[in-house]
């Protein structure tokens, strides 16, 4: 990377009421359906530096806008965390969440260090992307989601939009870069 060049850094968003610790894998989908999707995550520093062995977690609800919770009725799904490669890369295959009430579907992700968090954050898919595949089942059962991504209150709060969303590089693959503030 060049050293001239800065990555602005993400914003800590709402962890919302469902984190939960979870196991360390790659493919959270376990019993869940729903359109398979691969979440690849590039954690770097302000200098856009790439960041190593950080544990990045991940969680995300079902196509019918429920979280897991790893009671007797729910498996602890959806959830899960990696450790950052050499490329301050994850990689996870999971599927699109669904929605609920007065949010967009979107994804948690904390980023910790040896027990600190470092950032606790949101990513989110574009809008054409969610309408696009909400068509399609098991996402049609419930519709297009109640509140579109421009609408989100969460969302709104950001001020680099662009930066939270994840991008389309192919099919079924979406990447993002993350950055820290330190």
């Known amino acids: 990377a060049d050293d001239s060049k800065i990555c602005l850094?993400?914003?800590?968003?709402?962890?919302?009421?469902y984190y939960l610790p979870s196991p360390e894998r790659s493919n959270l989908k376990i019993k869940e359906i729903?359109?398979?999707v691969e979440i690849k995550l590039t954690i770097v520093n302000k200098n856009c530096k790439p960041l190593k062995d950080l544990k990045v977690s991940l969680w995300h609800n079902n196509a019918l806008g429920k979280y897991?919770?790893?009671?007797?009725?729910?498996?602890l799904e959806l959830r899960g965390f990696q450790i950052t490669d050499i490329n301050g890369t994850v990689k996870f295959k999971t599927i699109l969440p669904g929605w609920y009430?007065?949010?967009?579907?979107?994804?948690?992700?904390k980023i910790t260090e040896k027990n600190k968090t470092l950032l606790t954050t949101q990513i989110f898919f574009k809008q054409t992307t969610t309408d696009n595949l909400y068509k399609k089942y098991p996402y049609?059962?419930?519709?297009?989601a109640d509140?579109?991504?421009?609408?989100?209150?969460?969302?709104?709060?950001?001020?680099?939009?662009?930066q939270?969303?994840?991008?389309?590089?192919?099919?079924?693959?979406?990447?993002?870069?993350i950055t820290l503030a330190s």
């Open 164 to 177: 939270y969303l994840l991008k389309n590089d192919t099919k079924n693959l979406f990447t993002i870069k």
């Open 101 to 109: 009430p007065g949010r967009a579907p979107h994804i948690h992700v």
């Open 9 to 17: 850094p993400h914003q800590n968003l709402a962890e919302g009421p």
């Open 147 to 162: 509140t579109d991504l421009l609408k989100d209150s969460i969302f709104n709060s950001i001020k680099n939009k662009e």
């Open 68 to 75: 897991s919770s790893g009671d007797d009725k729910m498996i």
């Open 34 to 36: 729903g359109h398979s």
């Open 140 to 144: 049609n059962k419930r519709g297009k």
